[in-house]
C-alpha cells in the first residue's frame, strides 16, 4: 500500500513539475520574444530615419550643386563686367594719351595702369576667395555627413540583422519544446 501511495505521489508530482516547467518556458519564451520584438521595431524605425536623412541630405547636395552653377554664371557676369570695365580703362587711356602733353600723358598712363591692375588684382582675388570657400564648405561637409550616415545605416542593419537571427532561434526552440518534454515525460515514468 505504501508502494502505491509513493507511485501515485510520485505521478502526480511528476505530473506538476511537467506542468509547471511548460508553463516557466512559455512565459519565458513570451517575454524573450516581446523583448526581442520590440529591439527589432526600434531598429527599423532607426534604420528608416537614417535612410530618409541620408535622402534629405542628397536632395540638399543636388540643390547645392544648383547653387554652385549660380555661382559659375555670377563669376562669367563678374568676368564681363571686369572686361567692360578694362575696355572702359583702356578707352579712357586712350583719350588720355591724344588730349595731354607727352610726359603729363606718360604719368597718367602709368596712374591709370597701376589702378587698373589693382582693380583686376582684387577682382581676381574675389572671384578665387568666392569660389575656394564654396567649394571647401559646402560640398566636403555634405560628403562627410552622408558617408557617416551611411555607416550608422549599415550599423542599425547589422544589428536588425543579428536580433532577427536570435528571434528565429527562440522560434526553433519553441517549436522542439514539445518532443522535448515528451522526452522528459517518458524519462520520468521509466
Given at each position: 500500500m505504501?508502494?502505491?501511495d509513493l507511485t501515485a505521489k510520485l505521478q502526480s508530482t511528476t505530473?506538476?513539475?511537467l506542468h509547471l516547467s511548460a508553463e516557466t518556458q512559455l512565459l519565458l519564451k513570451e517575454l524573450c520574444t516581446k523583448g526581442i520584438q520590440k529591439k527589432c521595431e526600434t531598429l527599423e524605425e532607426e534604420k528608416k530615419k537614417l535612410e530618409e536623412e541620408v535622402v534629405n541630405l542628397k536632395r540638399h547636395l543636388e540643390v547645392n550643386t544648383v547653387e554652385r552653377s549660380q555661382v559659375e554664371q555670377y563669376k562669367q557676369e563678374i568676368d564681363e563686367r571686369a572686361r567692360r570695365?578694362?575696355?572702359e580703362k583702356l578707352t579712357e587711356l586712350s583719350q588720355v594719351v591724344q588730349c595731354k602733353r607727352e610726359e603729363r600723358a606718360k604719368q597718367d598712363v602709368a596712374?591709370?595702369?597701376k589702378e587698373l591692375s589693382q582693380f583686376l588684382q582684387t577682382q581676381a582675388a574675389y572671384e578665387e576667395n568666392l569660389l575656394r570657400t564654396y567649394k571647401n564648405a559646402s560640398i566636403s561637409?555634405?560628403?562627410h555627413k552622408i558617408k557617416y550616415l551611411?555607416?550608422?545605416l549599415k550599423s542599425k542593419t547589422f544589428q536588425l540583422d543579428s536580433v532577427k537571427k536570435e528571434l528565429e532561434?527562440?522560434?526553433q526552440l519553441y517549436l522542439e519544446e514539445p518532443e522535448n518534454r515528451t522526452s522528459w515525460a517518458s524519462q520520468v515514468h521509466l
Open positions: 505504501q508502494n502505491a505530473s506538476a513539475l570695365d578694362v575696355a596712374g591709370m595702369l561637409q555634405m560628403k551611411e555607416s550608422e532561434k527562440y522560434r
